[in-house]
């Protein structure tokens, strides 16, 4: 595959600058191209011609960088090659080729919840530092104090590397059907206590309302309970590796979980992942939906939704020990096996600038990780979201946590913890579920830190 | 022909010549057995004996693999799951399968129409069919309860529920693969003399009688050909499953298949996966082995 780029016009270029390289050994000449270059200012147009390719998963957010790719290329002259794949092959795909050392593409999408660790791990990604210290390659526009927090903790290895550019957020809310809860006169729950509360007084199965709903579903249920974890005070993973999902934290975590799901939920809940637990909350036949912060568009759209402008957006309500909003997390990285970095950093930035994650937020196709896009989108006329949707997203992103543990073999947690909070919605003890999967999980987590 | 004009000597170089170039005549095919068979089965075999995830360094750990596979209650269960699948799978389709071509094989009026329209479900997709159940499989919103209730019966929690998962899913399978075996048993019925129910009927066989002592054991070698395929078909199932219920609710659907696919494809564990591959196989190969056992005996008793 490395043959194909040896007759591109970048290969031709990349022979010219070893050649100068070469000639600076020799001179005078390169002295002052290299000071050039340090005091060039930043130019969209520095690398004209090259082409990068750029492996993304199919969702709102790929469609639109898609959708504006061309303009990129008329910005920069950088030609892009992309890939939009769904997101599970997107993944198996990612570690096949990267594990071999040769990957197709030189920019990466990825989901952080899913992805970070084990990239981290196996060194996959470009440390971006030197680029962004790099006045000539930092897009002057590119500042992090705009970034939100809870995206730059997942973008930023515990060491200060800066591995990737966030550019989509998704915190845990709670949807709600504000005329369910008007017509019980209940206010919106603070507490864990008053959620639970008001799922029993609000659920009414004759009528064929459910006081909760959320993913039953084993793998895709896992951040529900950490939701309710993280407000307990509990966590995933001590200092030592040793897994603290066993703790009393945990056990009351998924209590309530058992209890929320298993009591007040609908029948068969247990297999339901965010789809059919949105179709239920459309129809207007649960009180509250814990899930992603994504659903406002179907929520909203009256050719969809049965219960457009009673939709209540709240944040998560608060624990004994915190309140908390369970973050998953999505941003690009640039390949360390990719012979493009410069383009590819370009394409990154891009990805991530102001008016991309404006226009992500008017299509609501994410919640931007840019601050200032939220003001910017709220000016333009065919913003749709409602306020109080804008308002529970900062809220939730400045209380955010990650939702799920950062580490290598997140689909084996999700999978043997899903499992044990599948069976209790279906009448296991917590306690005993929670146990066997920690048993069960520590060998596979202290060999993927090992190996 | 002309080689019997020749000396002996010569004739018997010539035709050892003659299988040597024959043999060689075999060798695209063998090195295309080999190739795209036999490797990546000892291939398989050879990744079994290592510790490997895709991402880290492989450790040679000889049958570790498949001792630790021995005590997985997981790995266990899902052999029961394939097997419970299996037997439905296979039985419920057979048995309505052989009704319907008896059905089918009878005069009446618009039976090619009727044949033509019985036999459609077999040509639709399995992923698009598997998405069309799961909305009828919903607890809340789907067709499947609310036909129930017209008829009075409470809503049924269908993929939903641990213990209901598998016969719905046997459900579907029969939607979808009975026209097969009545297909096949159609052939069957279609190929009978039509002697021996002359003399039966003179004897005053009922029915029944009719179909007991003349047409089933006359049908049974293409009986036993629909179970073949039915159980090849069915031991294979990923498809519907992994569409519809992702080898849930927890574990109560998962089939080797679901497990091999999970351990693979999703945990990467490429020497554990490998192990199941063997286990299956082996598993297989037992499961023919009996089939081909009971396709003797049909024979025979044809």
Known sequence: ?451 | MTTDALPAPIRAGFLARRRRHMRLLTLPAMIVIAAVILFPWLFTLWMSAFDWKIGTVAHFVGVDNYVKLATNQRFIESIVHTFYFTALAVVLPLVLGTAAALVFHRQFPYRGFLRAVFTMPMMATPVAIALVWTMMFHPQQGVLNYLLSLVGIPPLLWVYSPTLVIPSLVLVEIWHWTPLVMLIVLGGLASLPTEPYESARLDGASEWQLFRYITFPLVAPFLVVAAVIRTIDALKAFDTIYVISSGGPGTASETINLYLYLQAFAFYNVGNASAVVVVFFVLILAMAMLLLHVRQKAKWTA
Request: aromatic fraction near 10%.
């Open chain 1, 1 to 451: 595959m490395n043959d194909r780029h040896d007759d591109h016009p970048d290969s031709i270029r990349r022979r010219l600058l070893q050649a100068g390289a070469g000639a600076a050994a020799l001179g005078a000449v390169p002295a002052a191209v290299r000071t050039a270059t340090a005091q060039a200012p930043f130019d969209w147009k520095k690398f004209k011609g090259e082409k990068i390719e750029v492996l993304l998963t199919k969702s709102p957010r790929g469609d639109l960088f898609t959708k504006y790719h061309k303009e990129f290329e008329d910005l920069t002259g950088i030609i892009v090659g992309s890939e939009m794949v769904p997101e599970q092959q997107q993944r198996q795909k990612a570690v096949i080729e990267l594990n071999s050392g040769n990957p197709s593409f030189d920019v990466i999408g990825m989901s952080y919840h899913v992805q970070k660790r084990q990239f981290a791990k196996n060194n996959w990604l470009l440390d971006l530092r030197p680029m962004l210290a790099d006045k000539s390659m930092a897009d002057p526009n590119l500042d992090f104090n705009d970034f939100a927090q809870g995206g730059l903790n997942y973008a930023v290895e515990p060491d200060g590397r800066v591995m990737s550019l966030p550019f989509n957020l998704d915190p845990w809310v709670v949807y709600y059907n504000k005329e369910i809860f008007a017509a019980k006169g209940i206010p919106y729950p603070k507490t864990f206590a008053e959620m639970t509360d008001a799922a029993a007084k609000l659920n009414d199965p004759g009528k064929g309302i459910s006081g909760f709903v959320g993913r039953g579903l084993k793998n895709a249920n896992v951040p529900v309970w950490s939701s309710f974890l993280l407000g307990y005070g509990g966590g995933f993973i001590d200092a030592n590796g040793k897994l603290t999902t066993d703790t009393p934290e945990a056990i009351e975590s998924a209590k309530m979980y058992a209890l929320l799901l298993g009591k007040y939920g609908p029948q068969g809940v247990a297999g339901f992942n965010w789809n059919e637990s949105q179709t239920l909350f459309m129809q207007g036949k649960a009180a509250m939906w814990l899930d992603g912060i994504g659903f406002a568009a179907p929520l909203e759209d009256p050719t969809k939704s049965r219960i457009v402008g009673k939709v209540g957006y709240g944040v998560m309500p608060a624990g004994p020990k915190a309140q908390v909003s369970a973050l998953f997390a999505d941003g690009e990285g640039i390949t360390r096996f990719s012979k493009k970095p410069g383009p590819a950093f370009f394409y990154i930035q891009w990805a991530s600038n102001k008016q991309m994650q404006t226009r992500m937020l008017q299509a609501a196709a994410g919640a931007p990780v840019r601050k200032s896009a939220y003001a910017a989108a709220a000016q333009s006329s065919d913003f749709k979201s409602p306020k109080e949707w804008v308002d529970c997203m900062l809220a939730s992103a400045a209380i955010a946590k990650p939702g799920l543990p950062v580490i290598a073999p997140v689909t084996e947690f999700r999978d043997t913890f899903g499992i044990a909070l599948t069976n209790m919605i279906n009448g296991a003890d917590p306690a005993t579920e929670l146990k066997k999967a920690t048993a069960e999980f520590q060998p596979v987590l202290d060999k993927s830190e090992k190996g």
